[in-house]
């Protein structure tokens, strides 16, 4: 029996238009439409707990019955459920009892009427995956700003269509005064999205105060990175917007980062919600001190609490609750004459300051002050000591969650540690250490002797005791320096003439001990080089000394070139001659230039 065939063209196009516009997977809609025909089925036989199976393959779908093999004397047979063994066998001759047999069903026997059941089940399966599939989209991405197309304007609301659905725009939602037409582009947060019978709703808004906050965030690159942030924010749509900026880097200015340059920024804010104006000021943790940013440009003379004086209504266990939750209704002194401005056109300056501060405000003159008779010095001093209090109280909160945050990852990070096998014993951990040790001192061999020597010659400068004509002859000197010491004094021509015998010098010795690599390595630190002592060749430096001073002497210089000292500066200038004179390596007597004459001469 041939099945039904998926080639018609009407389906395909269905199947296209489902997937591409209305964003559908075409599995979910096979899927259901099996479920469909199977429930159609079951209902053409008024046999709802009949076994039904559809299946689609080669662009043609099958339905088949299944029955139950049961035996031909049971006394509980149903018809739409059970098939006798007697007949089964016909079917299948290698069946038994309690096995499954498949007839396939002719589907035009089941009616057009069921098939109409199958489509209206069909269109609901698929309205409830889009209701679904929206809700989760959008669910996630409230008060996100969202671009949209302006679809139908009503008197109450617009539709917009945003990316695969189409959200509404209340009225109450809409900037007052603001001309929309059809076609329009505009922007928008997503304020709230619903499910329903009906389906998922996206509901839109240009006038929450979330809106203007986020074209700062998308126009002040500064939010962007974390540098600056918007700690709070209150707006009357259409009037005024308050907003409250911290910069958490201290070179940052976070109000001229929201303006921008020449109030570019701002002003491109300004432009998007028509005009409207915008308030910004720096955030404070001291109560007090917002506020009277937040009534500005009024400005606040006094700041304190409100007692029984100011509210009559506000009971001490009034007080107390207000208390536990840190808010406390404030009292703000003005001039007499600044009132109007405080409070603002119908209220509205005062009403942001509000909903900034989420604190009940009262605004006084000083007048009205003087009538309570309220100490206005001493509540303001209490009210600051209260806040200083409060502050240090969040302060040390913060720091011990901070502290049980690090706890928690350290912990976190040494169970993990801990839980990790990392493979090495500590056998392989000093086979690694002695592989660097080796690389470190791996030196060519060809060069070795060459590195060796050099290493002795730069690190271990060993200064050789002077040996004077009479100290030669001295039993204690060692015997490699004594038989050196000999040769070189028969080498030398006949003694001069006997000079004044100095006081015999302390042996040099060198401050520190310094073995090289390289002589344990090369074998070369047993060989020890000794110098034949040398005499200062006195002559030719003294020449040379003598001929620079008296080119000095005989150079000339312009007078208008020539430094003009005072006599102070003149003495401060001797006494620093005479001071570098006296310090000169040169005046050093501890020094015996001769020791080193044969050695310049040499060179």
């Not at 700041?303 to 404030?330: M, Q």
């Amino acid at each position: 029996m041939s099945g039904i065939s998926l080639k018609n063209k009407n389906f395909i196009d269905g199947m296209r238009l489902f997937e591409e516009d209305r964003k559908v997977d075409p599995d979910f809609i096979i899927e259901t439409l099996k479920e469909a025909i199977a429930k159609t089925y079951q209902k053409h036989i008024d046999a709802p707990e009949a076994m039904v199976r559809v299946v689609i393959e080669k662009n043609e779908m099958h339905v088949y019955h299944q029955l139950i093999v049961v035996d031909d004397e049971t006394e509980t047979f149903d018809e739409t459920l059970d098939i006798l063994y007697s007949e089964a066998i016909k079917i299948n001759p290698d069946c038994k009892v309690g096995d499954i047999i498949e007839e396939e069903v002719d589907f035009k026997e089941i009616g057009r009427t069921s098939i109409n059941v199958a489509k209206q089940m069909l269109k609901q399966r698929i309205k409830e995956y889009e209701k679904q599939r929206v809700y989760d989209e959008y669910k996630d991405k409230e008060f996100d700003l969202i671009s949209g197309i302006i679809k139908t304007i009503e008197e109450k609301f617009i539709l917009v269509d945003i990316k695969n659905t189409i959200g509404i725009l209340l009225k109450s939602e809409q900037i007052p005064g603001e001309q929309y037409r059809e076609g329009q582009s505009i922007r928008c947060i997503i304020k709230e999205v619903s499910k329903n019978s009906k389906g998922s709703q996206v509901v839109l808004s240009r006038a929450d105060a979330m809106f203007v906050k986020r074209l700062f965030e998308k126009e002040v690159p500064e939010i962007a990175q974390g540098l600056v942030e918007i700690k709070a924010i209150a707006r009357d749509a259409g009037e005024r917007t308050k907003m409250a900026v911290y910069s958490k880097n201290d070179d940052v200015d976070a109000i001229g980062a929201c303006i921008g340059p020449r109030g570019t920024r701002v002003q491109a804010v300004i432009g998007e919600i028509k005009g409207e104006k915008v308030d910004v000021f720096e955030w404070n943790d001291d109560i007090g001190e917002l506020v009277k940013n937040a009534l500005a440009p009024a400005e606040v003379k006094a700041c304190f609490y409100a007692n029984e004086l100011t509210d009559p209504d506000l009971t001490p266990e009034a007080i107390e609750e207000a208390e536990k939750y840190n808010k406390r209704p404030l009292v703000v002194v003005v001039d007499d004459d600044k009132l109007s401005v405080a409070i603002g056109k119908r209220g509205k300056n005062a009403k942001l300051a509000v909903k900034l501060t989420n604190r009940k405000i009262d605004i006084k003159t000083k007048t009205e002050i003087e009538e309570l008779g309220i100490d206005v010095d001493n509540a303001v001093m209490e009210f600051k000591a209260d806040q200083v209090r409060i502050i240090k109280e969040r302060e040390q909160k913060k720091f011990l969650e901070l502290q049980e945050e690090a706890a928690r990852r350290k912990a976190e990070f040494e169970e993990e540690l801990a839980a990790q096998d990392t493979g090495f014993d500590e056998t392989t951990i000093e086979e690694m250490d002695e592989g660097k040790v080796e690389e470190v001192v791996s030196i060519p061999t060809e060069n070795l002797a060459e590195a060796a020597a050099e290493q002795i010659k730069e690190a271990e400068p060993v200064e050789e005791p002077v040996v004077e004509e009479h100290a030669v002859e001295e039993e204690k000197v060692e015997e490699p320096v004594k038989e050196e010491v000999k040769e070189e004094v028969k080498e030398e021509p006949a003694p001069a003439p006997e000079k004044p015998k100095k006081a015999p010098r302390k042996p040099l010795t060198p401050k520190t001990e310094y073995k090289s690599k390289f002589e344990d390595f090369a074998d070369v630190s047993k060989k020890e080089e000794t110098h034949a002592p040398t005499k200062r060749r006195r002559k030719k430096d003294d020449e040379d000394r003598r001929v620079r001073a008296e080119d000095l002497e005989k150079k000339e210089y312009d007078e208008k070139f020539k430094p003009v000292y005072s006599e102070e500066e003149l003495e401060e200038i001797e006494a620093y001659e005479a001071m570098e004179e006296e310090n000169s390596w040169i005046n050093d007597d501890d020094i015996d230039f001769d020791e080193y004459e044969d050695y310049y001469e040499e060179n």
